[in-house]
């Protein structure tokens, strides 16, 4: 679209405005990724030359990475656990090539002798993506997970396929777990099977992906203010909050947007209590939807997760609380996942609110806001 060679009317204003965010909005969000990619590949450039003449590396031996990242923790850099050191430290050994594409005002980042790394075995060149349309075109959490596999030519496959198909993380991470490497090695009909997988797959928008948990964090950002679904869940959140404190049932405030990692994915609880009657956590989810299996499977992860991670002496298992509604009407359901004591479920039924009280709450915030905003 070019306003210079057109006529101009209130659709094709629409429509240069539109354009014109979406650009700069995929111009934001590749600059932002590639800083995080670049930031990860250059701490694990200084692990490596840590490694290799550091004057005191004798004294952490295999502690290294566990200091290094308390340390980094308590200085509140973020994204820098152990594992993920690991994975920093992995990333520039598997793509030493990078240092190629970096700026001159990064270079003077770089160690000041920095060691030629042998590479822990990398395809043919031929085959390899050009690192600059590699770093500029992925993610830092599409490379994470290509840095996981174990094989040099599995590698430069979900590259070149990922970038052919524009998959978003997600997308790459269905077709790495549904063995398409070696569903393709298998085949006969190649071409078909590509084709395949590419119909249907899930793309990545052209825009700042800010719910990236190692965007938002990268950018200094909280949970609370880039994880909310909708304005109109943050104002319901914000009553429900206080309704749980002040029905008198023991309700006492731990957590909002409590970040879990459970394997390599992060998820958020919308609120987290401890019940001082019951003696345990209950974690309230609301989703602005019907319900279904796939809602109450997710919160009885959650609760299982609770139970298994952050149970302490003396509690009882954590319950979880599930909230879904649409504009007129409310549900809700009780995760008790794993719990087989008939009384001890009786008595958090006792102990907590009804549900009829706790829809009926629900029901009538969900037709206030919207009035609000009428």
Not at 155 to 168: D, K, L, M, P
Not at 272 to 298: A, D, M, P, W
Not at 300 to 313: G, P
Request: net charge negative.
């Amino acid at each position: 679209m070019n306003p210079n060679r057109q006529e101009w009317n209130f659709e094709k204003l629409v429509g240069f405005i539109r354009q014109v965010h979406d650009e700069l909005a995929a111009q934001a969000g590749r600059a932002v990724n590639l800083s995080l990619t670049l930031r990860n590949w250059l701490i694990g450039c200084y692990i490596a030359e840590y490694e290799l003449r550091g004057s005191d590396r004798a004294s952490y031996g295999d502690r290294l990475l566990t200091e290094l990242a308390k340390r980094l923790t308590d200085l509140k850099v973020s994204n820098c656990n152990r594992r993920q050191l690991y994975r920093y430290l992995r990333f520039y050994r598997l793509y030493p090539e990078i240092v190629g594409t970096m700026s001159p005002q990064l270079t003077n980042l770089l160690p000041e002798e920095r060691h030629a790394v042998e590479k822990l075995g990398t395809a043919s060149p031929q085959l390899r993506i050009p690192l600059d349309k590699l770093i500029h075109q992925l993610s830092y959490s599409h490379l994470e997970l290509i840095v996981d596999l174990d094989d040099d030519l599995k590698r430069v496959f979900y590259e070149i396929e990922c970038i052919r198909g524009n998959w978003s993380v997600r997308e790459l991470k269905r077709q790495i777990n549904s063995l398409y490497f070696e569903r393709s090695g298998l085949s006969k009909d190649k071409t078909k099977l590509a084709a395949l997988a590419q119909e249907g797959a899930e793309t990545a928008e052209p825009r700042l992906a800010i719910r990236d948990p190692y965007v938002f964090e990268f950018l200094g950002l909280k949970p609370k203010e880039v994880m909310s679904e909708s304005h109109l869940e943050e104002e319901l959140l914000d009553k429900l909050q206080d309704f749980l404190l002040e029905m008198g049932y023991g309700f006492c405030f731990e957590a909002r947007q409590k970040r879990i990692l459970i394997g390599d994915t992060h998820n958020f609880v919308d609120l987290v209590f401890y019940h001082r009657i019951l003696k345990c956590n209950v974690l309230v989810e609301l989703k602005l939807e019907e319900f279904s299996h796939e809602t109450i499977g997710q919160l009885n992860t959650y609760v299982s997760w609770y139970r298994k991670n952050m149970m302490t002496e003396g509690d009882n298992p954590p319950v979880g609380i599930l909230l879904c509604t649409q504009k007129d009407r409310a549900l809700v359901e009780y995760a008790l996942a794993g719990m087989d004591n008939g009384l001890f479920v009786s008595r958090y039924q006792l102990e907590l609110p009804k549900k009829e009280e706790m829809q009926r709450f629900i029901e009538e915030q969900v037709r206030e806001t919207l009035d609000e905003r009428k």
